[in-house]
C-alpha cells in the first residue's frame, strides 16, 4: 500500500545526509543521491533547499521550479537551483531519473567555484 510520501512511486532508492552533517567532497557537500521512478501523472511538490542535478534516464516529464517549467525527457541533464517550489511532473509511466543533490562549503576558497555559484544562484531568477 502506498503512503503520501511514496505515493506514485514505482521505483525509489535515496541516500540522504543529516542537513547539518553533509558528506563533505573537498569543496562539494552531498546531501542526497538517488534513483526515481514515478507513475504517469504524478505532480511531486517540494521545496528545493540544496542544487539539485538529474539526469533522465527514461520517458519524459517536466521540472518546474517556481513556476517555470521545462519539459525533460530521456538523455537530458538538468540543473535545477536552490531555493524554492520544485514540482517534478510524470507524463508516462516510464519516467525515470537520477539525481543528486549538493552545495559549496562556505570555506571554499577556490574563484572558479565562486563564480559557478553566482551563476546558478542567478538561474533562479530567469
Same mark, same amino acid.
Given at each position: 500500500m502506498l503512503n503520501k510520501t511514496t505515493a506514485g512511486r514505482i521505483f525509489q532508492f535515496n541516500m540522504e545526509s543529516d542537513h547539518d552533517a553533509p558528506m563533505r567532497y573537498k569543496n562539494i557537500l552531498l546531501y542526497q543521491i $538517488? #534513483?526515481?521512478?514515478? #507513475? %504517469? $501523472? @504524478? /505532480? /511531486? @511538490?517540494? %521545496? %528545493?533547499w540544496c542544487y539539485e542535478l538529474s539526469v533522465i534516464l527514461a520517458g519524459c516529464g517536466e521540472f518546474s521550479l517556481n513556476g517555470k517549467t521545462i519539459p525533460v525527457k530521456k538523455n537530458d541533464i538538468i540543473l535545477t537551483p536552490k531555493q524554492g517550489t520544485h514540482t517534478v511532473t510524470s507524463s508516462d509511466n516510464k519516467f525515470r531519473f537520477l539525481y543528486l543533490g549538493f552545495d559549496f562549503a562556505p570555506d571554499c576558497e577556490f574563484e572558479y567555484l565562486s563564480v559557478l555559484q553566482m551563476y546558478l544562484q542567478s538561474l533562479r531568477t530567469n
Open positions: $538517488g #534513483e526515481l521512478r514515478y #507513475e %504517469q $501523472g @504524478v /505532480d /511531486d @511538490v517540494h %521545496q %528545493q
